[in-house]
């Protein structure tokens, strides 16, 4: 089974999670094929896809949700993962996710979403993102939880083994979402 893993990112946390779950994924015996957003031009090859990005000012950046709005269609037919991730400190700020977030599983027909803490630098951000750092009630630390991904993208594989033992699907039934009710 051919898994796109895609994301945004600014500072390399985001493509750094990618990894991971790629790693994991690839573990269990799939081909786990990362990717920049902005190079997919086609989803066909691919049987299941983890679209993520980084969060700032409170949303996914644009390569995200432009892939996700250019792809949308192809997306409602497979199985498809979301994460975010960008909260920082202890507790996690903002401890809620992007506004985005439930339109994005609408258009996709996403499984899921998950957010994931983030890592905070403020020697690696520009003039303007020092400025917005500056209140945020953290220090800097990566706040990224390496278990829980980890254990997500286990998840991930576990629903893609069941789905692939069920057999295939019909196109319809992938795009009304009745196969969505199998995991």
């Known amino acids: 089974m051919r898994i796109l893993l895609t994301a945004a990112g600014r500072h390399g946390a985001t493509a750094e999670i990618l990894d991971l779950i790629a790693r994991v994924l690839r573990e269990r015996g799939f081909h786990a094929e990362v990717r920049n957003p902005g190079t997919v031009d086609d989803l066909r090859g691919y049987d299941a896809v983890v679209l993520g990005s980084a969060v700032y000012y409170g949303s996914w950046l644009p390569a995200a949700r432009d892939f996700a709005g250019r ?12 994460f975010s991730n960008g909260p920082v400190g202890d507790p996690l700020f903002p401890s809620d996710g992007p506004s985005g977030v439930p339109g994005l599983l609408r258009l996709t027909g996403a499984r899921g979403h998950r957010l994931f803490g983030g890592r905070l630098d403020r020697r690696s951000l520009g003039p303007v993102e020092r400025a917005v750092a500056r209140l945020i009630p953290a220090a800097d630390g990566d706040y990224r939880d390496t278990d829980d991904i980890e254990a997500w993208a286990a998840g991930i594989g576990e629903s893609l083994m069941r789905l ?11 795009v009304s979402g009745r196969a969505q009710t199998a995991i």
């Open 71 to 82: 792809h949308a269609a192809g997306l409602r037919t497979m199985p498809v993962w979301l």
């Open 164 to 174: 692939s033992e069920q057999g295939p699907r019909s196109r319809d039934d992938r």
